[in-house]
Antibody, heavy 121, light 108 residues
Framework: EVQLVESGGGLVKPGGSLRLSCAASGFTFSNYSMNWVRQAPGKGLEWVAS????????YYADSMKGRFIISRDNAKKSLFLQMNSLRAEDTAIYYC??????????????WGQGILVTVSS | SYVLTQPPSVSVAPGQTARISCGGNKFGSKIVHWHQQKPGQAPVLVVYDDSGRPSGIPERFSGSNSGNTATLTISRVEAGDEADYYCLVWDTDSDHWVFGGGTKVTVL
């Protein structure tokens, strides 16, 4: 059974940093690109960042570029998101999502349960 | 940045059909995926590659993509289908994933 479990969330002051982790199990982690997606309270889904299987290709949403760093450790089957210079508007539930490659395209087929990050003084 | 447009809300009576649209600029070449999110839960994939249906998703859920609009259709709507629905595409111009703003489906 595919499982994605996020951790590392919590309360942080504006300007602070936080590192999220996503532990994967039930599949060969190194065969899949991975993503972070967030959802601010009462708002819609917002893609944050994407990392390819061997970390060759990394992409960020414009509002996160330069502040957030996505990384992975295939040996430990883990995905990470280092968040720096945090702002109140970064307050959200953060989800990790697996990216599946089909014959036609690619899409998010599994999601973690999410972890809450609150940025407040 | 690329923008996907969805109606904020759709209301439908039980047993009827709900249709949720998703569109954007130069949309025709894009492949669309749909996720369902119930309150307090993580999103769940309900349609992939415009019209594919993942294992475990009822046949009542179907998708299409034609012209400038993709459509998620929920036939014979049930109370349990009440949720937010998001379309998702990969924008090759920006190398970004883009979500639509979401559509809240209310079962009357």
């Amino acid at each position: 059974e595919v499982q994605l479990v996020e951790s590392g969330g919590g309360l942080v002051k504006p300007g602070g940093s936080l590192r999220l982790s996503c532990a994967a199990s039930g599949f060969t982690f190194s065969n899949y690109s991975m993503n972070w997606v967030r959802q601010a309270p009462g708002k819609g889904l917002e893609w944050v960042a994407s990392i390819s299987r061997r970390s060759t290709y990394i992409y960020y949403a414009d509002s996160m570029k330069g502040r957030f760093i996505i990384s992975r450790d295939n040996a430990k089957k883990s995905l990470f998101l280092q968040m720096n210079s945090l702002r109140a508007e970064d307050t959200a539930i953060y989800y990790c999502a697996r990216e599946y490659i089909s014959t036609k395209s690619y899409y998010f087929d599994y999601w973690g349960q999410g972890i809450l990050v609150t940025v407040s003084s | 940045s690329y923008v996907l447009t969805q109606p904020p809300s759709v209301s439908v009576a039980p047993g009827q059909t709900a249709r949720i649209s998703c569109g954007g600029n130069k949309f025709g070449s894009k492949i669309v995926h749909w996720h369902q999110q119930k309150p307090g839960q993580a999103p769940v994939l309900v349609v992939y590659d415009d019209s594919g249906r993942p294992s475990g998703i009822p046949e009542r859920f179907s998708g299409s993509n034609s012209g400038n609009t993709a459509t998620l259709t929920i036939s014979r709507v049930e109370a349990g289908d009440e949720a937010d629905y998001y379309c998702l595409v990969w924008d090759t111009d920006s190398d970004h994933w883009v979500f639509g703003g979401g559509t809240k489906v209310t079962v009357l």
